[in-house]
């Protein structure tokens, strides 16, 4: 599992990008920005929409003012079910990034087997990456909501 003081993994996001869908390279992404990453089960799912998505939207322009580049939505979706959800909820400064595999979830080792609700997804957690290098790693425990939320965050920051 990723900790503190250690590098992003390498590998490929998605995001939909004017209509169109790019593969982000994470190598290249994190390298010379500080980004705020936080992730979530599931698009559209009760608390990823009513609190933990909608907390760094509120917050985004003080998150921004502390020197952050980016802040960035993850989940074990596509790339068209975060683009959906992103517009649903007006983040428009948040970028909604999608791990439709898997896979660099797990090369974080930060996955969870949930069964007939959707399979292999994200645990919830948040992070704050500078230059390719996690500062600070917040996990949640299952069923929990307290330690990613964009306020601990902002002030983490």
């Not at 649903?88 to 898997?102: F, H, I, L, P, T």
Request: hydrophobic share 40%.
């Amino acid at each position: 599992m990723i900790t503190e003081n250690t590098k992003m993994p390498s590998g490929q996001l998605q995001q939909m990008v004017n209509g169109n869908m790019v593969t982000i390279e994470t190598d290249e992404f994190f390298a010379d920005k500080k980004v705020v990453l936080f992730a979530v089960p599931g698009a559209f799912t009760p608390t990823c929409s009513e609190a933990h998505l909608p907390g760094y939207i509120v917050l985004a322009d003080q998150i921004k003012a502390k020197g952050v580049d980016a802040i960035v939505c993850l989940s074990v979706n596509d790339a068209f079910v975060m683009n959906a959800w992103g517009n649903s909820q007006n983040a428009e400064n948040v970028m909604m990034m999608a791990d439709g595999d898997g896979s660099y979830t797990k090369a974080l080792g930060l996955e969870m087997e949930t069964g007939t609700f959707g399979g292999l997804r994200s645990q919830r957690y948040s992070m704050i990456v500078d230059k390719g290098i996690v500062t600070r790693l917040n996990i949640e425990q299952p069923k929990q909501f307290e330690v990613s939320t964009a306020q601990v965050a902002l002030e983490q920051l």
